[in-house]
């Protein structure tokens, strides 16, 4: 029986109530909600495009080079002809989908290593620690420069470059959040029943830190869509013509003076998608509360 002076032992917390609790607070959190809707709005865009525009993304029209807005073209032209509008609007396809897809991959393989890190412990997580270290130390985009130009330049390039280049950060956060979890009795108990690693991180470790995984991957992945709009801006992301907003940014810096739209235009999309991803990840970091996990396992 439990009094008053002993505490109720620590019980597991389902994927589903995690998600009911996870619904009660996106509704409570303004923040979330407003940040939510921002990302909404723009995956919606992207995938309305073809729909909301008539005019050729790649299709080049020196006629019509360098136009500034009006009643054809909104945001005007850029220096091959081409309509800026239609061009951001198809740009967020490529920015959501290869930033969605490197998010994902980065998450899922940094949950895996940090619960399994903090499961073991021991010798693993003492040689995990120190590759982490040596790899932390090269900046980000150095690190991705040398994955994309050891490997050429493609999506899947990319998704794989940021991975390698984030996978240790969300390791550190996500081994910090499973450290706090890993002595909870059920966690123990299963350990005795001779439960496996794999199985024990899926049905106790994970549904306990689902918040930390959300935080995170809402707080990646806007740090993803800015890495992977700077590589395109350097020339080792997206190739010509395809529209993409780092690249847009890049081809028209030089007329900036004449049609400034070519290049304002993709950086107030570039900064919207961002805001709303960081005020997705601060909302829903202070309703749960997941702010000193993520301060302390830095």
Known sequence: MTTLDTPAPAVPVTLAA??????????????????????AVHVLIALLAPLLTSYDPVANDAGQALLGPGRHHWAGTDQYGRDVLTRVLHGGRYALGVSAA????????????????????GWFDDLLGRVLD?????????????????????????????????????VRVIRGAALAVVPADYVTA????????WSILRREVLPNIVDVVCVEFAMRASWVVLLISSLSFLGFGAAPPTPDWGLMVAENRTAITVV???SLAPIIALATLVVGLNLAADGLSKAWGVDRIRKGSR
């Open 18 to 39: 995690r998600a009911v609790r996870a619904w009660h607070t996106l509704r409570s959190s303004r923040t979330a909600v407003i940040g939510l809707a921002v990302v």
């Open 102 to 121: 490197a998010t994902v991959l980065t998450i899922a393989l940094g949950t895996v290593i940090g619960c399994a890190a903090a499961l073991r412990g």
């Open 134 to 170: 040596a790899v932390l130390s090269v900046p980000s985009i150095l690190a991705l420069l040398v994955v994309v130009t050891a490997l050429g330049t493609g999506p899947a390039v990319i998704v794989l470059a940021v991975a390698v280049v984030y996978v240790p950060q969300v």
């Open 190 to 197: 299963a350990r005795a029943r001779g439960e496996g690693t």
């Open 260 to 262: 400034p739209m070519a």
